[in-house]
């Protein structure tokens, strides 16, 4: 358990209006949830999920943010987490790298595993932690200075000791932005536009060599046209890593997802494939939502 205050007197959720999980509840016991794992369909070989998610709950304070959340994130997949407002989607994602304990204030409990292991063991380091687990934020957030520093600056405080250079082409490479800066690599990170500038963090959160990159909504502040690089950008980054992605853009999430995992009031709905859930979604509120009737 992690604990920033007091934890709340009562931890069993009454709420009973919303349905159960496809695949977690949050009226289950408080145990590591046993999920079945995928199959690859060519081979029928067990695919072992890279985030194992088991009966996870948070609370700011008195109210319970997240209520018995349980889910895998498949490896090299796009997850989306989608939802009204206030739903929880940027809690849980925050919760997948410990961003939340800086948060004064807050209470856990549950399970967050990553290849196997509890990030939120005593013995885990929550800076090695988010370096394995790297955000990309709402804004775009590039450090005051130069393009080439931005990139380089977080490898070289973990310690990198390669080629610099190297890593900085690779990973603008990597976020698609090579062509439009190479030649002015040492000019400042402001001069870029906001599509640059998001992209450029997502480079930075490529250079220190993450397995996994959360994103909240990070095309919610740009027009269509950088709106569609960064979409590109995310789609070819997943043959290397493993991305969650917050959106309130339910064509988004059906665009560049593999999988759609719906929350509403805290508690996960129904996860599933994208196509399946947006066009044959097993539950009736999950229906509701996609469909438009609420939001």
Known sequence: MTDNSQTPDSRVDTDQSVPDATNGTADQPRRAAKVSNDADATTGEEVRPKLRIGDLNFWYGDTHALKGITM?????????????????KSTLLRCMNRMNELIQGTTMDGQVMLD????????????MVRRRVGMVFQKPNPFPKTIYKNVAWGAKINGYTGDVEALVERSLRQAALWDEVKDRLHTPAYDLSGGQQQRLCIARTLAVEPDVVLMDEPA?????????K????????????????????????????????FLYMGRLIEMNRTDQLFT????????AYVTGRFG
């Open 72 to 88: 895998d994130i498949a490896p090299n997949e796009v997850t989306a987490l989608i939802g009204p407002s206030g739903c929880g």
């Open 116 to 127: 196997g292991q509890d990030i939120y063991e005593k013995e885990a380091d929550p800076v």
């Open 220 to 228: 919610s502040a740009l027009d269509p046209i950088a709106t569609s």
């Open 230 to 261: 960064v979409e590109e950008t995310i789609t070819e980054l997943k043959k290397d890593y493993t991305i969650v992605i917050v959106t309130h853009n339910m064509q988004q999430a059906s665009r560049i997802s593999d999988r759609t995992a």
């Open 280 to 287: 044959r979604p097993q539950k009736d509120r999950t229906e």
